[in-house]
């Protein structure tokens, strides 16, 4: 049998992300079905290096949380203040995984942020 005690398969840890980090699991502020986006946003206790150093990131979002469009979202954003003026130190729009077609021509997958991308969508 495999020695568990010993060997865990899976380290948990919170704070920043570090460039070894394997798979990172974060909330979202919200999602845009119009386009399949995430909102990320970050302060100090949700540093944004978890949306973007670790291969794999998994995002777990409330049902409630997803709307149509962006000028929604803003809206939703904005009025979480005090005075309906609160706008937080950093906000990530991700649609997808991280990919380009600057090297080459040909598609590379996590040159800017995680290789993949898993949503998981939880309902009251």
Do not use: K
């Not at 119009?34 to 540093?47: F, K, Q, Y």
């Amino acid at each position: 049998s495999y020695p568990w005690a010993v060997r865990p398969m899976l380290n948990l840890r919170r704070g920043r992300a570090e460039d070894a980090d394997q798979v990172s699991v974060t909330g979202a502020d919200m999602a845009f079905a119009e386009t399949g986006t995430l909102m990320l946003t970050s302060d100090a206790t949700r540093p944004s290096t978890l949306n973007f150093l670790p291969e794999n990131h998994i995002v777990v979002l409330r049902a409630e949380q997803i709307t149509g469009a962006y000028e929604e979202g803003w809206r939703r954003l904005r009025g979480q203040g005090e005075n309906g003026e609160f706008m937080p130190r950093t906000v990530n729009l991700i649609t997808g995984p991280s990919r380009t077609g600057d090297i080459e021509q040909r598609i590379q997958l996590g040159a800017h942020g995680p290789r993949r991308l898993h949503i998981i969508i939880v309902e009251d």
